[in-house]
């Protein structure tokens, strides 16, 4: 078993298949600090990334609507951003909103969000 802290100050000096074992190992995730999340995923091949995010979802971790938005510059798993977004925790912004809208979140789950901050829903009246 490995725990969070020690992945985390080592997965830069590794190879994939060795950050994939470890990966594997993390026994303490739920104690991990999520920008510390969004930092190694930026920084490994993106299927690892997603099957940390997935283990993080799993924990449960909830990231924030800003680092969501982070992470869908570099995931392209639509499905497991969408997880991630109905998750998030914290303030919305509506700049965070648009950019989510703008990176394939569902309409659905943006409406949601809109309406649970009170902002503006940028699919409302769009035209397709």
């Known amino acids: 078993m490995m725990t969070w802290e020690p992945f985390y100050d080592g997965y830069l000096g590794w190879s994939d ?7 594997s190992q993390i026994s303490d995730l739920q104690n991990a600090d999520t920008a510390e999340i969004v930092d190694c ?3 490994i091949d993106e299927a690892l990334a997603c099957r940390l995010l997935r283990k ?3 924990a449960p ?3 924030t609507y800003a680092q969501v938005v982070e992470l869908a510059v570099f995931i392209s798993d639509e499905e497991l951003l969408n ?3 109905i998750a ?4 919305c912004t509506q700049e965070n909103l648009e950019e989510l ?3 394939e979140i569902q309409d659905d789950v943006i409406t949601d969000i809109a309406k649970h901050y009170n902002l503006h829903d ?3 009246g769009a035209i397709w």
């Open 83 to 85: 997880a991630l977004a």
């Open 41 to 43: 995923c930026q920084c």
């Open 101 to 103: 809208n703008n990176n």
């Open 17 to 23: 298949s060795t950050v994939s074992s470890r990966l």
């Open 122 to 124: 940028p699919n409302e």
């Open 56 to 58: 993080a979802e799993k």
């Open 61 to 63: 971790l909830s990231f």
């Open 88 to 91: 998030a925790t914290g303030p």
